[in-house]
């Protein structure tokens, strides 16, 4: 089956400044790779996402690279702000299957 | 986005009690939907994938006469903890993919405490 690795497991960085999170998975059949921010007591949200169609995706300050041949993809998130503070998580999938994910990286922006 | 909702947010119960859990897609129908469980600091599992119209399918090493799934709609899956016992505390969440994509939108989840 399909391991994602996340790294780093935490992260803490200025206000303004950037965060960067990297996952790489085995299966080379994923095709989609999805990352979701989770604020404490709540569900996972669907911030960005990539298809392996793709190498990347920017949507304001999240933006998602995906490398096809190395079966890596990082996180982008510039002009860092306080309420970016949340657990995220990467994943990857093949079709419309069951989501494997990432351990987690628990990011902290410093006022 | 579509919307997934959880009920209830937060239940606590008795060991031995069963506790069910709600998960409905609000503006969505949902031939499939997930559940999975959630550890303090740690990443999601995958317990099971509830099928519309037949047998939900479980992960290895998920009891599945222990956490039974019923998808009674196409709106509507629930999952029920049965004699639930401390070490099922968790934080369950579920979760529905949006049409033919792979696009999958989480409820709130609910929080289980067994005393």
């Known amino acids: 089956g399909e391991n994602v690795e996340q790294h780093p497991s935490t992260l803490s960085v200025q206000e303004g400044d950037s965060a960067v999170i990297k996952c790489t998975y085995s299966d080379s059949a994923s095709n989609y790779f999805p990352w979701y921010k989770q604020e404490l007591g709540k569900g996972p949200q669907l911030i960005i996402d990539i298809r392996s169609n793709v190498g990347e995706k920017k949507d304001q300050r999240i933006a998602v690279t995906l490398n096809k041949t190395a079966k890596h993809f990082s996180l982008h998130i510039t002009e860092t702000q306080p309420e970016d503070s949340a657990v995220y998580f990467c994943a990857a999938s093949l079709g419309a299957n069951n989501l494997f994910f990432g351990t987690g990286t628990r990011l902290t922006v410093i006022p | 986005g579509a919307v997934v909702s959880q009920h209830p947010s937060r239940v606590i119960c008795k060991s031995g009690t069963s506790v069910k859990i709600e998960c409905r897609s609000l503006?969505?129908?949902?031939?499939?939907m997930f559940w999975y469980r959630q550890f303090p600091k740690q990443s999601l599992m995958l317990m099971a994938t509830s099928n519309e119209g037949s047998k939900a399918t479980y992960e290895q090493g998920v009891e599945k006469d222990k956490f039974l799934i019923n998808h009674a709609s196409l709106t509507l899956s629930t999952l029920t903890v049965t004699s639930a016992h401390p070490e099922d505390s968790s934080f369950y969440i579920c979760?529905?993919?949006?049409?033919?994509?792979?696009?999958?939108?989480f409820g709130p989840g609910t929080r289980l405490t067994v005393l």
């Open positions: 979760s529905a993919p949006l049409g033919g994509r792979n696009e999958q939108f």
């Open positions: 503006d969505f129908q949902a031939t499939t």
